[in-house]
């Protein structure tokens, strides 16, 4: 990647105003925080991917009417509307290879006549026009051509060596919706114009001899329960080159047997990849981190990323500490804001050797974690991760706050409408105020070291609040009016070469547009 001297933000007809606030971890506090500025990118739209080239431009798409793509060239301060690749569409997703093309999925567009399917498009020229990735069979229209249909789908691509950006490798991932939620890839290795037929990372015999979890282990948590984190590639050069990372969040043998996750209402505690040193060939499973039943990370997603060495990442939001038969007793009597073990708090677990170990291992299952890394001290809900990272133990996080803390089942699930307000759909006059929610970021420069001893910066960006009221992890089964999905699922962070962090999120209450906050300090020092 070529490095970028870094620009000066012109930010006046934004009117932006950046509030920083210092927010140590619970062991060590960070340096000085980063700061931020904010620009608006957009008309309205939830659930924002955002992704950097490797010039330095960033790309900004929401599903909300159409695949919805605007592109930066000055660091995030003003954008620009692309091509419309489809005029439908649903979860979307961007990556970037070598040479800057761009890859945009998403879910249920108009190419194919089955419901529920995904697509991958590309454009080789700043998404002034899109072509669109034909499936095994062309005949099935949408790219990945699945007898069982598609939920959360995410995308990756990269330029093996020698190759060009028609010869890139491109992994569409996603988690079926009308079988058993298992996670499937298509791969292209003509740079997205033709992908292989569906592939599912568990099935035998593709699953390695010997694999670090075992295929009946990582099945037995998987089958029935996933949620989709997010798919990766392994630049050439690097340790691992062509490695390909599926990520995943899943439940349990005992909570499959109530029921398959249409409804979300499973505690995914479980935390994991699979890998593949041979074009998806072969997969080797690796449970990173079990958070304990009745500690729920979907909420509803978590993020996954890998650093400029190739090692992955996942940040995600969970009630880590919590007794979820406590707090649900706590929640109804509505003492539950008194007890700050309840809350969902921001977490990340990484490993140093390409996946095989995470957070220096001691978990139950073998090259699990032990202890993930927490990464706020404020008390409250914390909800919608985001991630980001530059050298090894370098990661930028980010998510969504408010100072209440969310009412939550028996379960360690987060009652529907619980920040809402009392009265709201018929919730009890205990539940808490109508919450506030402010967009927050922090960092960390030493990963390295241990979860007890690594410290962070926090900043809080926005300073009125972007959103009021519920936050609902329940999908589509948010049922109004108390369950709010006004944002839908997730907010996004990518690292511009230059070392910049960039946040994609959405804000339906002042502003009500689809904004990008810009990293003006503190940025990382990259190695290409």
Not at 91 to 98: F, S
Not at 107 to 122: R, T
Request: charged share 10%; with cysteine.
């Amino acid at each position: 990647m070529n490095r970028l001297r870094r620009g000066v933000f012109v930010l006046a007809a934004t009117g932006s105003l950046v509030v920083v606030a210092v927010s140590g971890s619970p062991a060590v506090m960070g340096a000085a925080p980063p700061r931020y500025a904010v620009a608006n990118v957009g008309p309205y739209g939830g659930e924002p991917s955002i992704v950097s080239d490797h010039l330095g431009r960033l790309y900004d798409t929401t599903p909300s009417g159409g695949t919805i793509t605007y592109r930066s060239v000055d660091h995030g301060a003003t954008w620009t509307p692309t091509a419309i690749a489809d005029p439908s569409s649903g979860d979307d997703c961007l990556a970037t290879d070598q040479e800057n093309s761009v890859y945009l999925c998403n879910l249920a567009g108009s190419e194919g006549a089955a419901p529920l399917q995904a697509d991958v498009w590309k454009s080789t020229n700043l998404g002034a026009s899109w072509s669109h990735g034909s499936a095994f069979i062309p005949q099935c229209g949408s790219t990945s051509c699945s007898p069982f249909g598609v939920d959360r789908d995410w995308v990756a691509a990269s330029i093996p060596q020698g190759g060009h950006t028609n010869t890139a490798e491109v992994v569409l991932m996603y988690h079926d919706f009308y079988g058993p939620s298992q996670i499937w890839v298509n791969i292209s290795q003509d740079g997205g114009a033709t992908f292989g037929a569906p592939q599912e990372v568990l099935a035998s015999p593709n699953v390695t001899p010997g694999a670090v979890t075992g295929t009946l282990v990582a099945q037995g948590y998987t089958f029935c329960n996933t949620v989709p984190a997010g798919v990766a590639i392994v630049p050439p050069g690097l340790p691992h080159a062509g490695r390909i990372f599926v990520a995943w969040i899943a439940a349990d043998l005992a909570q499959n047997a109530t029921g398959c996750n249409a409804s979300m209402l499973q505690s995914f505690h479980t935390v994991w990849i699979s890998y593949s040193d041979d074009r998806g060939a072969h997969w080797t499973p690796q449970q990173a981190w079990d958070a304990g039943f009745g500690h729920d990370t979907s909420t509803p997603f978590v993020a996954f990323t890998l650093d400029d060495r190739g090692n992955p990442y996942f940040g995600l939001t969970v009630n880590a500490s919590s007794n979820p038969v406590t707090c649900s007793a706590e929640s109804t009597a509505g003492t539950v804001q008194s007890d700050t073990s309840c809350e969902y708090d921001m977490y990340v677990i990484w490993s140093q050797n390409g996946g095989a170990t995470w957070d220096g291992g001691g978990g139950l299952i073998p090259g699990s974690a032990a202890q993930a890394y927490r990464v706020n001290s404020d008390r409250g809900t914390h909800f919608f991760p985001a991630i980001a990272a530059g050298d090894p133990g370098q990661v930028d996080v980010a998510y969504l706050r408010t100072p209440e803390i969310l009412p939550t089942d028996p379960f360690g699930k987060a009652d529907p409408g619980g920040c809402a307000g009392p009265g709201t759909g018929g919730n009890p006059p205990t539940y808490p105020p109508a919450c506030q929610w402010n967009l927050f970021a922090a960092q960390s420069l030493n990963l390295t070291s241990s979860p007890s001893k690594a410290s962070w910066s926090a900043t809080q960006i926005t300073t009125t609040p972007m959103h009021i009221g519920d936050i609902c992890n329940l999908g589509i089964f948010c049922v109004a009016p108390s369950s709010n999905r006004n944002l839908l699922d997730f907010i996004m962070e990518a690292v511009d070469p230059s070392g910049c962090a960039h946040i994609a999120y959405a804000d339906d209450n002042t502003v009500n547009k689809l904004r990008a906050a810009n990293q003006t300090s503190g940025c990382f020092k990259m190695r290409f």
